[in-house]
């Protein structure tokens, strides 16, 4: 297994819409990258991941709600065929590291998708679980939840993500630089 990288707002692949998982893609290539794509989220931490988030352009997400970090689910293909009520919960993202915000969203869903060996199920999904899944599901069409808030409130967060790029950065490059100094 192996962590995969996580792109982050503003960068515009991000923005790109995934493309179906087609019956031949199933098989241990697809396997390898679920498999990725949790060791990722795990590590993160995060309880939802969609593909588009570590530049795979496929429709195929990840979630894990609980509190053990034992309940994985794979949507392949997802479809939301209801909606029911409404829900606004504070949400997050790994690609818009530490900023949280209020949206709105169905509080119940009813999809259709794939499992990891092709097969469709469908299930009801509520609470979290029900807007983690819309959530991971704009992913998919090059949404991010920062779309929803005020172009005043997205822009404030565009320029604290770059200067906290900024940062890292510098910082990482003050450790090779002592790093250097300690080997020489
Ligand atoms: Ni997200």
């Keep these: 297994m192996a962590l995969l990288t996580i792109l982050e707002y503003p960068d515009p692949r991000l923005r790109t819409?995934?493309?179906?998982v087609l019956p031949e893609d199933f098989g241990p290539e697809l396997d390898r990258m679920i498999d990725d794509m949790f060791e990722t989220?795990?590590?993160a931490p995060g309880i939802g991941l969609a593909a588009t988030q570590v530049d795979f352009h496929k429709r195929l997400i990840v979630i894990d709600v609980s509190a053990e970090k034992?309940?994985?689910l794979v949507f392949i293909n997802p479809e939301i065929l209801s909606r029911e009520g409404k829900a606004v919960m504070e949400e997050g993202c790994l690609s818009v590291p530490g900023i949280f915000d209020e949206v709105e969203r169905a509080a119940k869903v009813r999809?259709?998708?794939?499992d990891r060996t092709g097969a469709t199920f469908e299930r009801d999904l509520d609470g979290i679980l029900a807007v983690c899944l819309q959530h991971e599901m704009d992913h998919l069409e090059g949404k991010l939840f920062v779309d929803y808030l005020s172009d005043l409130k997205r822009e404030r967060i565009r320029k604290k993500l770059e200067k906290d790029r900024r940062e890292r950065a510098s910082r990482a490059g003050?450790?090779?630089t002592a790093r250097a100094r300690a080997y020489r």
């Design 17 to 20: 819409r995934a493309r179906p």
């Design 41 to 43: 989220m795990y590590a």
């Design 70 to 72: 034992n309940e994985p």
């Design 111 to 114: 999809v259709r998708a794939q």
């Design 174 to 176: 003050a450790a090779a």
